[in-house]
């Protein structure tokens, strides 16, 4: 397994339980809806077939209606902790790594700028697919 790959799983992990997991009576669960599997699945195959940018730009879906909360910019967010926590300056129009569109504005503007950026990228996409393993996948409404 790559060494980055180690680095980034446990991040990837942390990132899923605060930010993906289901509450049930005001509580965090071991419960991720099934949706983000197949999300966190084919982020990395749109990268190598499309690009980085169409892929990214693909899951900021900022302005989609979604009833059960359940967006693709979720995935993004776990992403952008899991490159920040490895030292990547993520470059964006807020100064924060929690902004919704942090990661689409660093491809945008710098990631020709960061070295080893799109395996990186791959790398912490990995992560969050391995790291979801962990999880239990239901389905929500």
Do not use: C, W
Request: zero cysteines; charged letters at 20%.
């Amino acid at each position: 397994m790559k060494p980055r790959l180690k680095l980034y799983i446990p991040l990837a992990i942390e990132a899923i339980a605060t930010t993906l997991t289901v509450e049930e009576n005001g509580q965090r669960t071991n419960k991720v809806d099934e949706r983000y599997d197949g999300y966190a699945a084919s982020l990395g195959a749109a990268i190598i077939t499309s690009g980085i940018t169409p892929a990214i730009a693909f899951y900021t879906d900022l302005y989609r209606s979604s009833e059960s909360g359940v967006r693709r910019f979720h995935i993004l967010k776990i992403i952008t902790a899991i490159l920040a926590a490895d030292g990547v300056t993520i470059a964006n129009n807020n100064n924060s790594i929690t902004d919704k569109n942090a990661l689409l504005y660093h491809v945008l503007v710098a990631a020709n700028q960061t070295s080893g950026f799109k395996e990186k990228l791959l790398d912490a996409t990995i992560a969050v697919k391995l790291a979801l393993r962990n999880f239990n996948h239901v389905k929500t409404s």
